[in-house]
């Protein structure tokens, strides 16, 4: 038994990030056409879709404004037209911020993690959900966090935005479940990317004494996780929260 999208088009947003490009990797190598969203490193986005390429797989890059519906339905637009329908939706990208503590946060970063966990939860539906209706098959996997759990300091406005995220994708998971699309997210902990390989900096016994396994997660593991919901084997797996964190937080029932 092995992973295979072969024939699917998978869609990453924040594609060039230290997250997002492992995930578009991983997607080619099971097997996904895949278009390469970025907000302004091209640079990247071109490197990453030659790579893909290499790899006998198409792969385009789009540009988009992941907090307006109208940006979001003209990269649907184009992605249709050079590539076909997306069958997968990967929400990835995040805008960044200084965290600091909710009486010192500035408003308007509650209001950028509420357009880019919400809003870009919901204007993602919109925009490729009615073809995997048509198809009768389709997968929007989001990536949430597992500060949704902790609640730490200085965690108030990403923890507010991923949280709204969480309620936009279990209702959307029971609205378009009947389609047999299913809806799902994965809460990645602290997880060791290219920046942490590059400085060394990839060991935090601090982090890694509440971890489960103690030691941090890659980029990898939290790519295995995406295209794992991205496959037929888990086609029986919706409204799903999961953490890919080592045990370091664990959802009761």
């Not at 069958?87 to 909710?102: C, F, K, L, P």
């Not at 809003?119 to 990536?143: H, N, T, Y």
Request: charge should be neutral; glycine fraction near 8%.
């Amino acid at each position: 038994m092995k992973i295979d999208l072969t024939g699917k088009i998978a869609l990453v947003t924040g594609a060039t990030g230290q997250l997002g490009r492992v995930i578009v990797r991983t997607l080619a190598q099971c097997g996904a056409d895949v278009v390469i969203h970025y907000k302004s490193n091209e640079a990247k986005a071109i490197q990453l879709q030659n790579e893909i390429k290499s790899l006998g797989r198409r792969a385009i890059i789009v540009t988009a404004d992941i907090t307006s519906l109208d940006s979001i339905m003209s990269m649907k637009e184009k992605v249709t037209a050079q590539l076909g329908h997306v069958d997968i939706v990967v929400a990835n990208a995040v805008i960044q911020y200084q965290w600091t503590s909710v009486l010192n946060q500035a408003a308007e970063d509650y209001t950028s993690q509420f357009e880019s966990c919400v809003l870009q939860s919901v204007f993602l539906a919109k925009a490729f959900v009615p073809s995997m209706i048509e198809k009768r098959a389709g997968r929007m996997i989001g990536i949430n966090t597992e500060c949704s759990m902790q609640n730490f300091e200085t965690q108030s406005a990403y923890v507010a935005g991923k949280r709204g995220m969480d309620g936009i994708y279990r209702i959307l998971a029971k609205e378009i479940g009947e389609h047999q699309i299913t809806v799902n997210q994965i809460a990645p902990g602290w997880t060791i990317s290219d920046k942490d390989r590059e400085t060394n900096s990839e060991r935090n016994e601090g982090y890694e004494k509440s971890v489960a396994l103690k030691r941090r997660g890659t980029d990898q593991e939290i790519a295995n996780a995406v295209v794992f919901l991205a496959s037929d084997l888990s086609s029986f797996i919706t409204g799903a929260y999961i953490p890919v964190c080592g045990g370091n937080v664990m959802p009761a029932i």
